[in-house]
T-cell receptor, first 113, second 112 residues
Framework: DAGVTQSPTHLIKTRGQHVTLRCSPI?????VSWYQQVLGQGPQFIFQ???????GRGNFPDRFSARQFPNYSSELNVNALLLGDSALYLC????????????FGNGTRLTVT | SQELEQSPQSLIVQEGKNLTINCTSSKTLYGLYWYKQKYGEGLIFLMMLQKGGEEKSHEKITAKLDEKKQQSSLHITASQPSHAGIYLCGADLSNQGGKLIFGQGTELSVKP
């Protein structure tokens, strides 16, 4: 069975640009979460979606937005990129909203220059 | 300050030695998750603990959650080079499932 897949794997953008990251959850998983991991730190929660509805939002500016589609795949959008947005963006899926482990994809490495 | 503290931050052990990584929270945990990460890659799920006093094992790795559900430990027996990587504990502090708070990670190196 395929795991969580993310695209693209690497991305280089310029300050002020916009970026869209994509995630396909494990088949049957209805919950998708997004995390940002800066080098040398643990992942930080950005968003959670369950059954296409936003269930939680972390402490990130409004430049960050996300959505979940009817097939449970998800997009993370970041506007007006800053140098500090350079990070590994991780998507995770789980079968339920609670009490089930998150399974992570390999991430998208975003570099903002 | 971190809501979830991991210790040590880094660890170098000789192959065959045992080691323990700790994860401490100031709040009661609804769930505690252990992951392993290779540099620049995704997180690999190891174990999930939810009940006070719970202990789980997989191959040579054992994880425990204390009775008060505020501290967890990960113990590796007879370490091997394949155990090298970054170990992360993630805590569900709000019973919201997909929203986990992570520690800063423990970087483990195993010398042959």
């Amino acid at each position: 069975d395929a795991g969580v897949t993310q695209s693209p794997t690497h991305l280089i953008k310029t300050r002020g640009q916009h970026v869209t990251l994509r995630c396909s959850p494990i088949s049957g998983h209805k919950s998708v979460s997004w995390y940002q991991q800066v080098l040398g730190q643990g992942p930080q929660f950005i968003f959670q979606y369950y059954e296409k509805e936003e269930r939680g939002r972390g402490n990130f500016p409004d430049r960050f937005s996300a959505r979940q589609f009817p097939n449970y795949s998800s997009e993370l959008n970041v506007n007006a990129l800053l140098l500090g947005d350079s990070a590994l963006y991780l998507c995770a899926s789980s079968s339920q909203g609670v009490n089930s482990p998150l399974h992570f994809g390999n991430g998208t490495r975003l570099t903002v220059t | 300050s971190q809501e979830l503290e991991q210790s040590p931050q880094s660890l170098i052990v000789q192959e065959g030695k045992n080691l323990t990584i700790n994860c401490t929270s100031s709040k009661t945990l609804y769930g505690l998750y252990w992951y392993k990460q290779k540099y620049g890659e995704g997180l690999i799920f190891l174990m999930m603990l939810q009940k006070g006093g719970e202990e789980k094992s997989h191959e040579k790795i054992t994880a425990k959650l204390d009775e008060k559900k505020q501290q967890s430990s990960l113990h590796i027996t007879a370490s091997q080079p394949s155990h090298a990587g970054i170990y992360l504990c993630g805590a569900d502090l709000s019973n919201q499932g997909g929203k986990l708070i992570f520690g800063q990670g423990t970087e483990l190196s195993v010398k042959p």
